[in-house]
Each structure stands twice: as C-alpha cells, then as structure tokens.
C-alpha cells in the first residue's frame, strides 16, 4: 500500500469516532424535534434537510445551537422554542454539528472544537 493509501485510510479511521459521537448527541439531544431524519415538524421545527443554515456559516450555525430560539439568526416564523446548548462541550457541538453538516443532504465541511472554543471565547470579549 502506497503513502498516499495509508493517510487516507488513517484519516477516515480517525474520523469515525466524531461521526458516531455526533450521531449519538444529535439522537440525545435534537432529534425529538428535529425528527431522526432531519425532516423536522412542519411549522413547528425546521427541517434540517439540505439546509441553507446548516450548510451556510459555521458560526452562525454555531450561535444557533448556543443560543436556540435566542440566536440573532433564528427564523423569525412561528416555530416552537428551542433552548440553548451552550453547556455542551466544545467537542461533542463540533461533533454534533458535523453530523448535521455531514448529513440529511448537506456537503458542508467539519466543524472542529477549535472553531467552537474560538466562538466561545469570542462572546467573552
């Protein structure tokens, strides 16, 4: 097996514990309301299928999971209240939102706890 071969096997190997943890916290912690599928409660809960927010700005989508319903970009529409999940750590949101990222029909890239400590510490100025 080549270099090339190898780095590649090892990156997807490295990954798949972040995509399971992501999973698990998206079953434990959204999917009641945002359905195992993503497809949300029409009117109640956005759906999560190729979403232009999930796919958009990482930290938009980051202020929406600290904030919930509180984010300066949550939909103004008659949706019900979503809490904040800012007492999460910054590795299971990272994870967490590149589950989301990564599926229901959405191509956007990872979110890595780097990002989200960085978020987190920029509210603090």
Same mark, same amino acid.
């Given at each position: *097996?080549?270099? =090339?071969?190898?780095? =590649? =096997? $090892?990156?997807?190997?490295?990954?798949?514990?972040?995509?399971?943890?992501?999973?698990?916290?998206? @079953? /434990?912690?959204?999917?009641?309301?945002?359905?195992?599928?993503?497809? !949300?409660?029409?009117?109640? #809960?956005? /759906?999560?299928?190729?979403?232009?927010?999930?796919? !958009?700005?990482?930290?938009?989508?980051?202020?929406? &999971?600290?904030?919930?319903?509180?984010?300066?970009?949550?939909?103004? /529409? +008659? *949706?019900? &209240?979503?809490? !904040?999940? #800012?007492?999460?750590?910054?590795?299971?949101?990272?994870?967490?939102? $590149?589950? =989301? @990222? #990564?599926?229901?029909?959405?191509?956007?890239?990872?979110?890595?706890?780097?990002?989200?400590?960085?978020? @987190?510490? +920029?509210?603090? @100025?």
């Amino acid at each position: *097996m080549n270099k =090339i071969c190898i780095l =590649i =096997i $090892t990156g997807i190997v490295a990954a798949l514990p972040a995509v399971a943890d992501g999973k698990k916290t998206y @079953r /434990e912690h959204c999917s009641v309301c945002h359905m195992e599928d993503g497809g !949300g409660v029409p009117m109640m #809960q956005p /759906e999560l299928i190729n979403s232009p927010i999930v796919n !958009g700005e990482k930290n938009i989508l980051i202020d929406m &999971l600290f904030f919930g319903s509180e984010s300066k970009y949550a939909p103004g /529409e +008659s *949706m019900n &209240l979503m809490a !904040g999940f #800012q007492h999460l750590k910054d590795k299971e949101i990272a994870d967490l939102l $590149t589950y =989301i @990222r #990564q599926n229901f029909d959405n191509k956007a890239s990872k979110i890595n706890g780097a990002d989200v400590t960085q978020y @987190r510490q +920029s509210l603090k @100025r």
